[in-house]
């Protein structure tokens, strides 16, 4: 059988998976929209009641979007943790109980690194690559970092020294005690951890602070390194089958 020519071997994906229609339909694609809108109000919506209202919504709308995007088998797995979250979540709003924050704060945790195990293992069980691929490994890595931002959420919360913050931030951030698992500073402090930048306006100062922005780090790396080599494999597994 006759090989192409090199350089003219067909592409990962054809056009027509890149359209904005195809886009828009993708099995990741609501999902990852609406995370990047619920990251977006929890950092523009002024602190205060309206700010813990809005990102409750917007996290009701990704519940809604992550029971779609799982598959059929783990659907009823999903609906199970996501009702209890969703209530967990709405209570945080209407209590300031300090016992039920950290419930609802756990619940969330749980249900987050829940939906991002799904979704990495949904990305790397994919034997072709396709612009759905594409698009689930970018919502993986972002769920990675909201996910890792509600554990600081979690632990800033139920031990007030874990981080030291710099002053400027602490006033510009308006950092208080959180109150909701998606805190603008934390999910801040977490991407800055998963991509290494390490700015150092946020210090872990205990040992479990500690430990999570190392392990975090190392996971942020080893994402991105075996991503590549599992997309660049199963590129050249399909040129040389062909």
């Known amino acids: 059988m006759p090989t ?11 056009r027509a998976e890149l359209t904005p229609a195809r886009l828009l339909q993708g099995r990741f694609t609501g999902l990852t ?3 990047l809108v619920l990251s977006f109000l929890a950092n523009v919506v002024p602190p205060g009641d309206l700010r813990e209202f809005v990102v409750a919504l917007g996290f009701s709308v990704v519940l809604v979007f992550a029971i779609a995007s799982v598959g059929r088998r783990l ?21 300031d109980s300090v016992a039920l924050r950290a419930a609802g704060f756990g619940l969330v945790s749980i249900f987050m690194t829940f939906l991002t195990l799904v979704i990495l293992l949904a990305v790397f069980r994919d034997e072709t690559v396709t612009a759905d691929t594409i698009v689930g490994a970018v919502c993986a890595y972002f769920l990675l970092g909201m996910t890792w931002g509600t554990y600081y959420a979690f632990l800033a919360l139920v031990s007030p020294d874990a981080f030291e913050i710099s002053e400027a931030l602490t006033q510009a951030a308006g950092w208080g005690s959180p109150r909701a698992p998606f805190t603008s500073l934390m999910q801040y402090y977490s991407f800055t951890t ?21 392990l975090e780090g190392l996971t942020g790396q080893l994402y991105l390194a075996v ?9 050249t597994a399909r040129s040389a089958g062909r």
Do not use: C, E
């Open 33 to 35: 929209i609406v995370l």
């Open 75 to 95: 659907r009823l797995a999903t609906v199970a943790l996501a009702v209890p979250t969703l209530v967990g979540h709405w209570t945080l709003v209407l209590s």
């Open 4 to 14: 192409q020519p090199h350089g003219h071997g067909r592409k990962w994906w054809s």
């Open 194 to 214: 998963l991509a290494t930048l390490g700015y150092g306006d946020v210090s872990p100062l205990t040992a479990v602070a500690r430990g999570l922005s190392v």
């Open 227 to 235: 991503l590549i080599a599992r997309l660049v494999g199963m590129h």
